[in-house]
């Protein structure tokens, strides 16, 4: 039940400007210039889409996504007050006593303006309005303590200072530059009669960008970047951006077009690919979209580049991944239903297990309406019949899309193991016929690679990575997925229920819950 920022991920869709990303070493010794980085930058707008393209897009398809953009919008034009300085709330989560969180990042900052500049666009508010918007996000940013020019990872939005411990995330700090770039673009096309405060906001942006100096988060010897900075143990982190399939190249192109970096850097970036139904395409990290998708919004793509092939790759193994555990495709980092002492959703990476390095993907699927959206302009139809099926989960709400559901058992000390183990072998033994009220009509078994139809009997194989889990498909289109832990003494129950109302579907969790 919530619409999560966090490292820029948000549900809205930006009047098309997804596109892809470079792949040649750029030219020059030392990198693009400002002007060069314009033409790289600027994103793309739907009247800029080939007739091809726009083949693909019907009206009915286009007043979707406006609908779908035009609520998203609300989010920032409501949160982005005087009282919260301008600042975005990074998320909002409807079950939680405080709705809104006090904190902001870098990268917030960065899609707040682009939400701005998207709404002006798109018709939702007036030049007027969105200068004086610009203005005062800016003027706030001018105002934040920084280090080398860098934005702090986290601020109160109330009270504008930084989070402890303070840290300078390399990501967020690529991308929100990136966003100033493309800002900086937006008032460079501008015909309007306010030419003095654009002019003043253009080389207010200049400066904020100059001042931004990525050589410190830069590691000489291993010609990467470190993920970040950490101001209290006054060190890089000794961890590093080393992956092409990346979201931290926006970073290395930003770095390397300011003169920040030496351009062998991008030569530097892993280029290592996989195979899937014989097609190629690049490895990322956790095998999210967010890592192929997101620099898109900003940056284009050359028809058969690398990156253009691995964005292809990637969205149709989302599609393929999701096709085969019968579930909406868009997996990527997310909220997830798992809470703190304060109510909060816990927040991490979920991608396909083939496109990863990391381990583990296989044992837990999240579905993001941001991890679909994100190929808007590469498949804009299926984007729509996705978003549409998420609808019928009920992730529509007054922000965005959202779902939730889980329950854990915790069996401790050998005793406990063995109960796990014997509970999931049970479970496949005796297989139950219905959960309370809820009629079990398949069940996918990913250790044993089979679906079972309970209403004719039939079995049928499902070629997956293999997985000690079980899901149960169940009437009035609720599910419930179980797995023991990989890491603590506990079996896990994963649950998602349909209803009419957010009422309903409160009291049918429960329900589910109930007679686990």
Not at 82 to 97: E, G, S, T, V
Not at 288 to 311: A, H, Q, V, W
Not at 371 to 399: F, Q, W
Not at 407 to 414: D, F, P, V
Request: glycine share 6%; charged share 25%; net charge negative.
């Amino acid at each position: 039940t919530a619409i999560a920022l966090s490292d820029g991920k948000v549900t809205i869709c930006e009047e098309g400007n997804i596109q892809g990303y470079v792949t040649e070493t750029p030219r020059g010794e030392n990198g693009f210039g400002f002007d060069e980085i314009f033409e790289l930058l600027d994103g793309r707008t739907l009247a800029e889409l080939s007739q091809e393209e726009k083949n693909n897009i019907s009206q009915i398809q286009t007043e979707y996504f406006i609908e779908v953009a035009k609520r998203t919008f609300a989010y920032f034009e409501e949160n982005l007050t005087p009282d919260n300085n301008y600042l975005i709330p990074d998320n909002y989560q409807k079950d939680r006593k405080q709705k809104f969180v006090d904190r902001t990042s870098s990268t917030n900052i960065g899609l707040s303006l682009l939400a701005i500049i998207t709404g002006y666009d798109l018709g939702f508010i007036s030049i007027s309005k969105t200068l004086i918007l610009i203005d005062n996000i800016i003027k706030t940013v001018e105002s934040l303590e920084k280090w080398n020019g860098h934005l702090y990872n986290w601020y109160n939005i109330k009270t504008k200072n930084p989070l402890f411990p303070r840290y300078i995330s390399t990501v967020d700090s690529g991308n929100f530059v990136g966003y100033l770039f493309v800002l900086k673009g937006f008032l460079k096309e501008l015909t309007t009669d306010e030419n003095k405060i654009v002019n003043d906001l253009s080389l207010r942006i200049d400066k904020l960008i100059e001042n931004t100096d990525f050589s410190v988060l830069y590691s000489k010897s291993h010609r990467l970047f470190s993920i970040g900075f950490n101001i209290e143990e006054n060190k890089l982190t000794d961890s590093y951006y080393d992956l092409l399939a990346s979201e931290a190249r926006q970073t290395s192109l930003i770095a390397i077009a300011k003169k920040d970096v030496p351009s062998k850097h991008w030569n530097s970036l892993s280029r290592t690919l996989t195979i899937l139904n014989n097609k190629k395409g690049l490895i990322s990290w956790s095998g999210t979209s967010f890592e192929y998708l997101m620099p898109n919004i900003n940056i284009p793509r050359f028809k058969g580049s690398l990156l253009d092939e691995s964005c292809k790759f990637a969205i149709m193994s989302q599609i393929e991944y999701a096709k085969k555990a019968g579930i909406p495709w868009g997996i990527s980092e997310a909220a997830f239903n798992l809470k703190d002492f304060n109510s909060n959703y816990q927040y991490k990476a979920f991608g396909i297990p083939w496109l990863g390095l990391k381990r583990g993907l296989a044992d837990e699927m999240v579905v993001s309406s941001y991890g679909s959206i994100l190929a808007i302009n590469d498949i804009p139809k299926e984007t729509v019949e996705n978003l549409r099926k998420l609808e019928k989960y009920g992730m529509y709400k007054k922000y965005g899309f959202y779902k939730e559901g889980v329950k854990q058992i915790t069996l401790e000390g050998i005793d406990g193991a063995d109960k796990i183990k014997n509970i999931m072998s049970n479970l496949r033994e005796n297989a139950p016929k219905k959960f309370g009220n809820f009629q079990v009509e398949r069940i996918r078994d990913y250790e044993n690679q089979t679906i079972l139809d309970l209403k004719t009997n039939k079995i049928e194989k499902i070629d997956m990575p293999k997985s000690n889990v079980l899901y149960y498909e169940l009437s009035n289109d609720a599910w419930l997925a179980v797995r023991p832990s990989g890491t603590e003494p506990k079996i896990k129950y994963y649950i998602g229920v349909k209803g009419n109302s957010q009422e309903e579907a409160d009291e049918m969790l429960e329900q589910l819950e109930n007679n686990i």
